[in-house]
């Protein structure tokens, strides 16, 4: 029961996360299973890309469906990410004591305020005006610095997609969000494989509480997510950036 409780809560922020703002569920998912049922770090975080796979997947489809995803130039991206996401693993490897987890939860955080305090009210025409070739050579460039960041550091990924789509690229929020989530089942997808494939199958029950959890969680978030104003989905992808943020600090503390 208690197994079952903290898989559902854990479930709750990470759905809420990917749905409202492209979040990686390994952001909130990792610390809650590692703090109160004692998992090994490494068996926590292919938990958490596992149920990040469905959840981003069904996001995407909800933001695809509204015609708030930009697939070519996610294509584009999601290459650079995931190769670049290869690298800067390879270069943490030779580098000792570089993790630096801590990272994409303050950066949860100070987003989430960001988006409260100064919301992005970008337009989809005013997105539409920049050429074709300036925004796939955008989409490389980001692809790379997310990719490398993301492999050397270990965390981050959504977060800094979502900052990037919207304050380096000019996306509008929801679209923003659209193309996170489709970015993130692929390299989400992969990193499970990956995790799975060199730490064997991790426990089953946490596994299929966590994935059905964040997947119905996601669900419920992309829906109210497309049918929300710009000024509404600020505020609300604010609100949950911000406690998904402060509470993981805390977790972080009970440790």
Not at 110 to 115: Q, S, V
Request: hydrophobic share 55%; with cysteine; glycine share 10%.
């Amino acid at each position: 029961m208690y197994k079952l409780l903290i898989c559902f809560i854990a479930g709750i922020g990470a759905g809420l996360g990917t749905g409202f703002a492209g979040m990686s569920a390994a952001a909130v998912i990792s610390p809650m299973l590692i703090t109160f049922l004692g998992l090994p770090a490494y068996e926590a975080v292919g938990i958490a890309l596992a149920s990040d796979v469905l959840a981003s997947a069904v996001s995407a489809y909800t933001y695809g469906k509204n015609r708030n995803l930009d697939i070519k130039n996610g294509i584009v991206m999601m290459i650079s990410v995931l190769v670049f996401t290869l690298f800067g693993s390879w270069i943490a490897s030779l580098v000792p004591n570089t993790t630096m987890g801590s990272f994409s939860v303050f950066m949860t955080l100070l987003l989430g305020i960001k988006f409260i305090v100064k919301p992005v009210m970008t337009t989809k025409e005013s997105m539409n005006q920049v050429s074709r070739k300036k925004r796939i050579i955008q989409s490389v460039v980001c692809g790379i610095v997310v990719g490398f960041i993301c492999g050397f550091i270990g965390a981050g990924g959504g977060m800094m997609m979502l900052l990037i789509l919207t304050s380096v690229l000019g996306y509008e929020l929801k679209t923003a969000v659209g193309t996170s989530v489709f970015i993130m089942t692929f390299t989400a997808f992969t990193g499970a494989v990956s995790h799975f494939t060199i730490g064997g199958m991790p426990d089953l029950w946490c596994l299929i509480l966590c994935i059905a959890s964040t997947l119905l969680w996601a669900r419920v978030a992309a829906r109210f997510a497309n049918k929300a104003s710009a000024v509404t989905l600020n505020r609300a992808t604010g609100v949950v950036l911000a406690v998904l943020g402060a509470a993981i600090l805390a977790v972080n503390y009970v440790k």
